[in-house]
């Protein structure tokens, strides 16, 4: 089934146009990203080119119009509950709905999927009611994760596209400017208002060479997590450019691209080149490569921005490709990067176990055909020697798409031969949906995260690898370095894939979506409301945490909590007991509450229930040195004031428990500065307040959905 097909005519219509009409604002040649963005510039009749000058990167905040929108089950429970309210019939763009997060890996994958339409049958009821009912896709439990079913069907070279989920950039391996946000700001463009975002600044990748041997697309975002660090990407748009970036292909760019959420990027992307065109080709898009390959110089940066880089990106990074060895990151965070040649020697100086328990393919990172041809390519040669895995060997398809096209090729046939184990295509252990470590336990995975507890295991050592590196690893039972086990077999990619259309169901006619009513079982609870702000808060410090806090931090996965996604009371029993198990009681009983955080804070998914819940239990504002973008959005409209130290010494000052008053809001935010003051000493700290007019806004009518209500097209 080809998807929006007539949405990409008309995207492309246009997009010559505005981009030229962007270079004359700009008065510069293009980067792709400024390509991409400006030419999605929000216009609400359509017709109009709002560019009158170039937005300053950094600093301007503007108001885009996003293609389409993706939501996985887990988030799209409250960002549907959400639009239900928001006074619309139908949504103002395509949007889909995938079913891959709460599937439990435990058995294998038909036990497994029977089970999870079992167990989850509440949610999946409302949320394909809801689809029917609002015209939107819904994808079945077992049609695949959602960023691989995007790439196969919805992703387009120069599209630009909003999920609920932080991996979205995955599509920028086709060339598409794909943001992951919280549900709250997929409702507004769902209702036809404009999105807001901060003009990213721009960090070019410079790519040479061509990967040889055992080194793989993961091995390039591996090796630059450890250059930038968690939060060396925030507020940027990293742009691979060079001639090494035709050597990889389109899924290849893919990994890439979704793991740039772990540098905190706001999104990553590929040029359009041949590779990109095949893969359009072989998923059953002839047309869209067609229609792509017509404005092709409009999907690649202008020519001057490579050749005078420094001039055109805010910074530059260089990639050899031919000189990258393999990678192992971790443990318990995913820029701790590593050349696998050098990690025996890390093992040796950290006292790290070599011995492993389990090896695991998977995730959206790393589970596409070429990802499972890569780590059957290894297989293969073990089985023609008779050797069989020593640590458990557990493979998540992407998609059913990919994993028809693998069974019928042979691939799983390899894989289960050393004794691999098949699961559900879904998410799984990288949310810790099962197949945990023990205490203490080693898994090598090719996920992309490795937070501590995020496997289900709060003390267990996980580290992110390439799939062929996992499989090699599951073979010897250690930790091992696969240069070591001879040459990396070659893998060719296939010039078609099996394509079934039955995992999805499309949107309904507005006349039969009229009809339909949606289910609501007694766990799927109303949206919790947000008060809106006074011109004063006094409120107590409930909590001091501090640097790098995740959203697995403040509102944990797994297979326990899961289940509650739609249900708020629930989920409040579980809030931030990672740090502190009495936090909820705690907070509850404060009324109104302040949390304090280090830098960085609630860096990771872009789950909004790490904001819902905590203001469900009164926390009103966050105190913290810096926030991580998608997070610091999520709490605004969540009703959450967001402030940061003036001074981040003086998060040392404060304590928790102390008495903390904050007045003439509504003239603070205006002017961009408040203070923080402790009411049993009297001493002021000043505060940061940086928001837009709409975001002011959007904190005073008491949160996004309420402001929505008020302002939909």
């Not at 560019?51 to 600093?59: E, F, K, P, Q, S």
């Not at 108001?63 to 939501?71: E, I, K, L």
């Not at 640590?391 to 998540?396: D, R, V």
């Not at 992407?398 to 559900?424: C, F, H, K, N």
Request: charged fraction near 20%.
């Amino acid at each position: 089934m080809l998807f929006d097909l007539d949405l990409i005519r008309t995207v492309y219509g246009t997009f010559a146009n505005r981009v030229d009409a962007a270079r004359k604002a700009a008065g510069t040649p293009l980067t792709l990203t400024e390509k991409i963005l400006y030419a999605h510039l929000f216009d609400a009749d359509g017709t109009k080119l709002p560019i009158g000058h170039a937005y300053v990167r950094g600093t301007d905040y503007v108001n885009f119009r996003p293609d389409r929108v993706a939501m996985q089950d887990a988030t799209a429970q409250m960002a549907l509950l959400q639009f239900m309210n928001a006074g619309r019939d139908r949504s103002a763009v395509p949007a889909s709905v995938h079913c891959d997060h709460l599937i439990l890996a435990d058995r294998g994958a038909s036990d497994d999927l029977r089970a999870a339409n079992e167990s989850n049958r509440e949610v999946y009821d409302f949320l394909r009611s809801v689809a029917n009912r609002y015209g939107l896709g819904f994808w079945r439990p077992g049609a695949g994760i959602i960023h691989q079913v995007v790439l196969e069907n919805y992703a387009f070279p120069g599209g630009m596209m909003i999920g609920t989920d932080s991996h979205t950039p995955n599509a920028g391996g086709l060339g598409m400017i794909a943001i992951g946000v919280g549900g709250a700001d997929a409702v507004d463009v769902m209702a036809g208002m404009p999105w807001e975002l901060k003009m990213p600044k721009i960090i070019g990748v410079r790519l040479s060479g061509k990967l040889s041997g055992w080194a793989s697309p993961k091995d390039v975002i591996l090796k630059l997590a450890g250059l930038l660090t968690v939060k060396g990407g925030t507020n940027a748009v990293i742009e691979y450019f060079g001639e090494g970036t035709a050597s990889l292909s389109a899924t290849g760019k893919a990994t890439i691209c979704n793991m740039g959420a772990e540098v905190g990027a706001t999104t990553s992307l590929f040029p359009y080149d041949e590779a990109m065109a095949r893969y359009l080709r072989a998923t059953g898009r002839e047309e869209v490569a067609s229609l792509a390959d017509r404005i092709a110089s409009d999907l690649i940066p202008d020519a001057e921005t490579a050749a005078d880089a420094a001039k055109y990106y805010d910074r530059v990074i260089d990639i050899d490709l031919s000189a990258l060895e393999p990678h192992i990151n971790g443990p318990f965070t995913p820029d701790a990067a590593h050349t696998i040649s050098d990690f025996g020697a890390v093992v040796r100086e950290k006292g790290y176990p070599r011995q492993m328990e389990v090896g695991l393919i998977g995730s959206c990172t790393n589970s596409s055909y070429q990802d499972l041809s890569r780590a059957a390519s290894v297989a293969r040669q073990a089985k023609a020697k008779g050797l069989k895995a020593k640590a458990k060997l557990i493979i998540n398809p992407g998609s059913e798409q990919v994993r028809q096209t693998a069974e019928r090729d042979g691939l799983l046939d390899d894989l289960l031969a050393i004794g691999g184990t098949v699961m559900t295509n879904a998410c799984g252990p990288c949310i810790g949906m099962g197949q945990s470590p023990n205490s203490a336990g080693v898994s090598l995975r090719t996920f992309n995260r490795n937070f501590l507890g995020r496997s289900g295991t709060k003390d267990a050592q996980v580290y992110l690898v390439s799939p062929e590196t996992a499989v090699a690893a599951a073979l010897t039972g250690f930790i091992t370095d696969p240069q070591t086990l001879g040459e990396m077999p070659a893998v060719t990619l296939p010039d078609s894939f099996r394509i079934d259309d039955r995992a999805v169901l499309p949107p309904v006619s507005a006349a039969e979506a009229d009809t339909v009513e949606v289910l609501r079982g007694p766990n799927i609870r109303p949206f919790p409301r947000s008060k809106p702000f006074a011109d004063s808060l006094a409120a107590e410090l409930v909590l001091k945490v501090g640097d790098n806090i995740t959203t697995d931090h403040i509102m944990p996965a797994g297979a326990k909590i899961l289940p509650y996604r739609s249900n708020i009371p629930k989920l409040s029993e579980f809030c931030f007991t990672v740090c502190d198990p009495d936090f909820p009681a705690r907070a509850k009983a404060a009324g109104d509450g302040i949390i304090v955080g280090g830098s960085n804070y609630g860096q990771g998914s872009s789950r909004e229930h790490a904001a819902l819940v905590p203001m469900y239990l009164g926390i009103r504002c966050v105190v913290a040195k810096s926030f991580a973008r998608i997070h610091a959005a999520n709490l605004i409209n969540a009703g959450i004031l967001p402030l940061t130290f003036a001074d981040p010494a003086d998060y040392d000052a404060l304590a928790q428990g102390a008495h903390l008053r904050i007045d003439n809001i509504r003239a603070g935010m205006a002017a961009g500065a408040l203070t923080l003051t402790d009411r049993a000493t009297g001493k002021a700290y000043p505060v940061v307040c940086s928001l837009t007019e709409r975001q002011q806004a959007i904190l005073l009518a008491g949160g996004l959905l309420n402001y929505t209500k008020e302002h939909a097209l």
